[in-house]
């Protein structure tokens, strides 16, 4: 919520919580600081090795998650939605079978406070971990 508060703040808009955007759920690995992105995805693939250990949300899980989400968005409007790494994958996965993975999610870069933009009626993807609003929603 610090980051839809901030949105919101700057643009009137007024957030509204949808637990389905939550952050992937990852067991042991909840909160756990990592000195690099190396050492958090060895971490991450040691789990996903052990056969999805207690508490790791799948990826079949998390895609599920967001297919509801973005199953229940009315068509024709521009919705903002609000999450963290995993989440933004499991809906780029949604529009384009290249993502559709834990594998893929992992390639993608999406830095923190970036803009990821998806166009559900063309189902296609305008813009993945960018620091900018693509022109097409402008228009």
């Known amino acids: ?15 509204a919580v949808d637990e389905r955007l939550k952050e992937r759920e ?10 690099s992105r190396e050492m958090m995805l ?19 899980s998390l895609k ?8 229940g968005l009315s068509e024709g409007k521009v919705f903002l939605a609000v999450s963290h790494r995993d989440v933004i994958a499991a809906a780029l996965g949604s529009v384009d079978a290249r993502f559709d993975s ?28 960018s620091d900018k609003i693509p022109a097409q929603l402008w228009g």
């Open 1 to 15: 919520m610090q980051t839809a508060g901030i949105i919101a703040n700057g643009t009137g808009i007024n957030p």
């Open 26 to 35: 990852m067991g042991r690995l909840n909160n756990v600081k990592f000195d």
């Open 42 to 60: 060895k971490a991450f693939w040691d789990e996903v090795e052990s056969d999805y250990a207690e508490g790791l949300e799948s990826w079949d």
């Open 64 to 71: 599920k998650r967001i297919s509801g989400f973005m199953g």
């Open 102 to 129: 834990d594998i893929s999610a992992d390639v993608l870069s999406i830095p923190t406070a970036s803009i990821s933009v998806i166009d559900l009626e063309a189902k296609e993807i305008l813009s993945i971990g």
